[in-house]
C-alpha cells in the first residue's frame, strides 16, 4: 500500500480493530485510510499542537470511537462513521502523553 496525504512525518499508526482501516498521525492531523483501495476517507483536524497518542473506544458492536490527545493540552473524540467528524472536545490543562478508553457498560450495574 502506498498512503500519500500527510505533510509532515507520520508518528503513529493503528489498525482499525474491526475495520479494514488504518489510522495514522503527522503532527497536528489524524487521517483513516481505507486498507482495500489505499484510500484516504477522513481527515480529522482540530489539535493545535502535535498529536502524541490515540486509541479507539468501542461505543457498541462494530463501532468505535477514535480518541487523540495531544500536547495541546486537549483531548479528543472523533466519530469514525462518515466523515470523521468531532464529537466532543475535553480541556485537560496538562499536555497529553497517552490516551486510553475504558469499557464502562458493565460497571454501571
Known sequence: HNF??????????????????LVTIADTE???WDLESSACVGVMKNHLASISSM????VKTQMFELVTGGR?????????????????S?????????????PTRHLRQ
Open 4 to 21: 500519500k496525504g500527510h505533510a509532515g512525518i507520520v508518528s503513529l499508526v493503528r489498525f482499525h480493530p474491526a475495520r479494514l482501516q
Open 30 to 32: 489524524a487521517r483513516l
Open 55 to 58: 486509541c479507539f473506544g468501542k
Open 72 to 88: 495541546d493540552q486537549i483531548v479528543n473524540v472523533w466519530d469514525l462513521q462518515g466523515k470523521c467528524s468531532l464529537v466532543r
Open 90 to 102: 475535553i480541556p485537560v490543562f496538562e499536555n497529553v502523553e497517552g490516551v486510553m478508553t475504558v
